[in-house]
């Protein structure tokens, strides 16, 4: 098949990969020309845009940092729809908001163009070994044809339901993920400022009611923030996007706002480019305490 590929950054380009290796024809384009060149030496061919990657191909996949992104990819002046034709595919594997992605399946359905959201579920491990779980939302029959190409890099592949709540399982298990660590560190905060080490404090946990809790304290204290896999950024992305999910849904979220409020506050002071967990360092600076 055909394919297109709009973003091949840390988790899009281990993605397109799998689907030149699987035997698909890909075009691929990316904002930084040179993320796409490993593809074109594996045989993908380069597009000038994602208007040009649309008209050459049956199915576009999309992997970008948010919904600013995926708008601008999609709408902007040479983007997808610019080059669109009816009875393509658009499949965004983006992190995104549910009533952003429902809006863009609305603008594409006018255009003959159908639209599934597949955000993913993984990291780049899950990525480069072919393994993420990957959560569609949209028509169950695209969902079928485009089944096997999912498949290629995806190794649980659900069909949801309706556009958007591909999304809604995504920012769900990602603010569990990624919202319980400030429970954590606030924890060993409390506990390391009361007098108690950081590493005695895990040892009787780790033997107590909340030892599945606390398995991620050894690496947590060796405090090994940089060059992460998954940035700080988008991490403080993700739980923001849940907060404002509920607020569309009429669901409270009063403790995942908090958790937004305190990456938020992790950005700004530039922590953005780091792992989520030097949000810690935060929770220290306040705590008026150094966890160790």
């Known amino acids: 098949m055909r394919v297109g590929f709009v973003g091949t950054g840390h988790m899009g380009n281990p993605m397109a990969r799998h689907l030149i290796r699987a035997g698909n024809e890909l ?171 950081a590493q005695r404090l895990y040892e009787m946990w780790n033997v107590s009611s909340s030892s599945r809790y606390v398995q991620n304290v050894p690496r947590l204290l060796e405090r090994q923030f940089e060059n992460p896999s998954f940035a700080l950024a988008l991490a403080a992305k993700d739980v923001g996007l849940a907060v404002e999910a509920g607020r569309e849904l009429a669901v409270p979220m009063a403790m995942t706002a908090a958790a937004s409020q305190t990456y938020t506050r992790a950005v700004a002071r530039g922590l953005g480019g780091k792992s989520p967990q030097a949000t810690m360092l935060v929770v220290e600076e306040e705590a008026g305490t150094k966890i160790q």
Do not use: C
Request: glycine share 14%; hydrophobic share 45%.
């Open 27 to 197: 075009v691929v384009h990316d904002r930084r020309q040179e993320a796409t060149a490993n593809l074109i030496e594996l045989g993908a061919t380069w597009a000038d845009s994602g208007g040009a990657v649309a008209a050459q191909t049956e199915v576009v996949f999309t992997s970008l940092p948010g919904p600013p992104e995926v708008d601008e990819a999609v709408l902007g002046e040479e983007g997808i729809l610019a080059g669109a034709h009816a009875g393509l595919i658009h499949v965004d594997l983006s992190s995104n908001l549910p009533g952003s992605v429902r809006r863009l399946a609305g603008i594409e359905a006018s255009r003959g163009v159908t639209f599934l959201d597949a955000p993913v579920s993984g990291m780049v491990t899950g990525a480069e070994a072919g393994t993420l779980a990957v959560f569609v939302g949209g028509d169950a029959k695209t969902f079928e044809v485009v089944r096997p190409l999912l498949s290629t890099f995806g190794g649980n592949v659900f069909h949801v339901g309706g556009v958007g709540l591909g999304n809604i399982v995504k920012l769900s298990n990602n603010l569990m993920t990624i919202a319980t660590g400030v429970l954590l560190y606030e924890a060993l905060a409390l506990g390391v400022k009361a007098g108690i080490p």
